[in-house]
Nanobody, 120 residues
């Protein structure tokens, strides 16, 4: 089994910054893509950013130029630096990881979510 533990959410004023972290632990042989998704009240979960094991990144248009995703493969950890935050960034942010357990299976795992609230 694999656990993803997120941290770093909270309340921030518009224009402020937050850094989210997500650490994976458990039966991990390797991790392929890792990513962040978010879900606002009454809306579907949407992709924020993803990063491959080689460092290739992909961003939602709404966060390009403001958010930066990175990862530390040695620590099985992915980060999301969020700058110039807007009220519309308010959501629960979820970490995702594609984990190879070394036995021929690749499974998607999700964190429990961390609340980000942007408000004055």
């Amino acid at each position: 089994q694999v656990q993803l533990v997120e941290s770093g959410g909270g309340l921030v004023q518009p224009g402020g910054s937050l850094r989210l972290s997500c650490a994976a632990s458990g039966s991990i042989f390797s991790i392929y893509a890792m990513g962040w998704y978010r879900q606002a009240p009454g809306k579907q979960r949407e992709l924020v950013a993803t990063i491959t094991s080689g460092g290739s990144t992909n961003y939602a248009d709404s966060v390009k130029g403001r958010f930066t995703i990175s990862r530390d493969n040695a620590k099985n950890t992915v980060y999301l630096q969020m700058n110039s935050l807007k009220p519309e960034d308010t959501a629960v942010y979820y970490c995702n990881a594609e984990v190879d357990n070394g036995l021929g299976y690749v499974t998607d795992y999700w964190g429990q979510g961390t609340q980000v609230t942007v408000s004055s």
